[in-house]
């Protein structure tokens, strides 16, 4: 059974940096794109960054959040920095097969159980 699980999240002011973890098991995931989804309270999952062998950003988050993967060790990490209040958010760890770089989490067919970013003014 694969799995995801995501860890790093936190409490931080605006400006701060925090640093997310997923990793997976049950299989490899080389060959798939990993994501990172958001959802804050009273909205809808929005979609943060994703990889392949490229990169892919959201336009809000562009230029301050990076995403990056170690294969060797089935992980995924996303590097926030910068963060604003309006990044508060449950962060979500994503898996795609076929290795599609998409934004639309329904392409998406493995999750993680996400994650709590609170960032404070």
């Known amino acids: 059974q694969a799995q995801l699980v995501e860890s790093g999240g936190g409490l931080v002011q605006a400006g701060g940096s925090l640093s997310l973890s997923c990793t997976a098991s049950?299989?490899?995931?080389?060959?798939?794109?990993m994501g990172w989804f958001r959802q804050a309270p009273g909205k809808e999952r929005e979609f943060v960054a994703a990889?392949?062998?490229?990169?892919y950003y959201a336009d809000s988050v562009k230029g301050r959040f990076t995403i990056s993967r170690d294969n060797a060790k089935n992980t995924v990490y996303l590097q926030m920095n910068i963060l604003k209040p309006e990044d508060t958010a449950v962060y979500y760890c994503?898996?795609?097969?076929?290795?599609?770089?998409?934004?639309?989490?329904?392409?998406?067919?493995?999750w993680g159980q996400g994650t709590q970013v609170t960032v404070s003014s």
């Open positions: 994503a898996a795609a097969t076929g290795g599609v770089l998409s934004r639309s989490a329904v392409d998406y067919i493995y």
């Open positions: 049950g299989r490899t995931f080389r060959n798939y794109a």
């Open positions: 990889t392949t062998w490229f990169t």
